[in-house]
């Protein structure tokens, strides 16, 4: 009798871990469906804007760069500003990292620590990124502005990392000073 329970509870937990798969899955299904629809409106609004897709991330073009495009071994120096992604906008109060001291002031951060405010210069091939940014950067170039969009799939996953909720859609607003791929 003691066994046919464990049989019973084994089948239960398995069930209800494919629920919860499914459940992630159409989650992050309905992330890419908004991030294209944030992405179509900003189009509508300004067709000089143009989008950009690389392995589960979407890159916004605001302002077209210059020069080569960064490789996937490239090394690039940038300003951001990371959002966890709602849907339908880009908010201020769902920032949750920036090494760009305006955007900082404007939403009145702490802006003493003036370290927290340098370039960021790193090798995609090297750097410690999620991998929505990372294939998000490759093909940028110099002094281009986007955002780089993707759901919960190519962010933290199912990790809840600092302030941001385990399965959360990002958003990387980029500015982008130099590349190289040398």
């Not at 992405?39 to 020069?67: F, H, M, P, T, W």
């Amino acid at each position: 009798m003691k066994s046919r329970h464990i049989i019973i509870l084994s089948v239960m937990s398995c069930l209800l871990a494919s629920c919860t798969k499914e459940q992630i899955k159409e989650k992050y299904n309905t992330q890419e469906e908004r991030i294209e629809q944030f992405i179509q409106n900003q189009i509508a609004q300004d067709k000089s804007r143009s989008v950009v897709y690389n392995k589960g991330s979407q890159r916004l073009i605001l302002k077209e760069g210059e020069g080569e495009a960064l490789n996937e071994k490239g090394t690039i120096s940038f300003y951001y500003a990371g959002y966890v992604f709602s849907g339908n906008s880009i908010s201020n109060d769902a920032m949750f990292a920036t090494n760009n001291k305006d955007i900082a002031e404007s939403v009145k951060w702490n802006v003493s620590d003036t370290t927290a405010f340098e370039i960021k210069t790193l090798t995609l091939s090297e750097g410690d990124m999620v991998t929505g940014l990372k294939n998000g950067l490759v093909g940028v170039k110099g002094g281009e502005e986007c955002y780089i969009l993707f759901s919960g799939k190519y962010g933290f996953g199912n990790k809840q990392s600092g302030t941001i909720p385990a399965n959360s859609a990002l958003v990387y607003h980029v500015w982008v000073e130099s590349l190289s791929n040398e």
